[in-house]
């Protein structure tokens, strides 16, 4: 029902989603980080991620009271496409990447990217393309996790608990990624990536439906429904693609 | 503009909050933007003008279902043009 402060089964999927985007966002985050911290000194590496971190404090401040003006079922349907959307997008890399169709994400392989290119900048300008690069990473990454945190805690009117997730997330994900340092690869990334995606695409459908005043049966139950749905189209969808490309390889030998 | 010239700080700032929204609602699949608006306008039909409540339950998630299949299709289909 609109206007239902969602229950205890909307708090574990929110919690879930909230805390497994912010997670691999973060792992994301701190990659870049640690590459231009490890290349470049540390300094310019924490000023950009300070500075990037302010700026998404400052989002956070002024559209977070703002949005919880918004008509909840306005809010809901808006909430809901933009999450199918971002859903949909996360689902099918997860899909995929599982499947073989495209190449996992390496964090080994991101990280030494980004130390060959900061490596191959010139000297003179060291301090702001590490700055500028440890901003972006960061304001760029935790954009998404300002967005996901937003939508997701003031559609179900839990933008606290959502920010305190996401807080606890980053700052587990940070020092865990402080710790085993350049061993961000062994994180089961795509795993996460395709949970979220899940969840996500979950969330997405609730509240479109709820926005387009749909009565969904068991209120918020259905969200483990949904999630439970998806998850199985997900394995079938993978199981197919891997069947179909062993099939096209023994065809093409 | 002059060439070499760089654009206003504002203009420069929309157009990067512009770019953002753009990368992270359509980027490289737009298939799945327009999947969305037809799913809504779908819904939207079926429960608010035809009021097939039932209806509409099954169509959300079945729709949603079905872009992601078309969109991964799509992907397939072009990695295998690719040379």
């Known amino acids: ?253 | 503009m002059k060439p070499g010239e760089r654009s206003p700080l504002a203009w420069r700032l929309i157009k990067g909050f512009g770019m953002f929204w753009w990368d992270f609602l359509i980027g490289d699949t737009p298939e799945l933007f327009v999947a969305a608006i037809v799913i809504i306008g779908v819904v939207s039909l079926l429960s608010r003008v035809a009021h097939l409540n039932a209806v509409a339950v099954i169509a959300l998630p079945l729709l949603a279902i079905v872009a992601l299949a078309l969109s991964i299709r799509r992907a397939v289909r072009g990695e295998k043009r690719r040379p």
């Open chain 1, 1 to 253: 029902m609109i206007g239902v402060t969602t229950g205890s089964t909307g708090v574990v999927v929110l919690v879930g989603a909230v805390f497994l985007a912010c997670a691999v966002e973060m792992v994301e985050a701190l990659t870049i980080v640690l590459a231009v911290g490890h290349t470049r000194g540390w300094r310019s590496a924490f000023e950009g991620t300070g500075v990037a971190l302010v700026t998404l404090a400052a989002l956070v401040a002024v559209f977070g009271p703002a949005l919880v003006h918004v008509p909840l079922s306005a809010l809901r349907l808006v909430v809901g496409g933009v999450l199918l959307i971002f859903g949909m997008q996360w689902l099918r890399k997860a899909i995929l990447r599982s499947s073989g169709l495209k190449a996992m994400h390496d964090e080994d392989e991101i990280y030494r990217a980004k130390v060959a290119e900061l490596e191959a900048a010139g000297a003179s300008q060291r301090d702001r393309i590490a700055f500028v690069m440890a901003f972006k990473g960061v304001f760029l990454e935790g954009l998404e996790v300002v967005i996901t945190v937003l939508t997701l805690g003031t559609s179900a009117h839990r933008l606290g608990l959502a920010a305190t997730v996401a807080a606890i997330a980053v700052v587990l994900v940070g020092v865990v990624g402080v710790v085993v340092a350049k061993q961000l690869s062994n994180v089961p990334e795509n795993a996460m990536k395709m949970g979220v995606g899940v969840l996500l695409v979950s969330y997405g459908t609730f509240w479109t439906g709820e926005g387009l005043k749909v009565r969904w049966p068991g209120n918020d139950v259905m969200l483990v429904g949904f999630a439970a749905l998806y998850l199985v189209v997900t394995w079938a969808l993978v199981v197919y693609l891997r069947h179909e490309r062993r099939a096209t390889r023994e065809v093409a030998a």
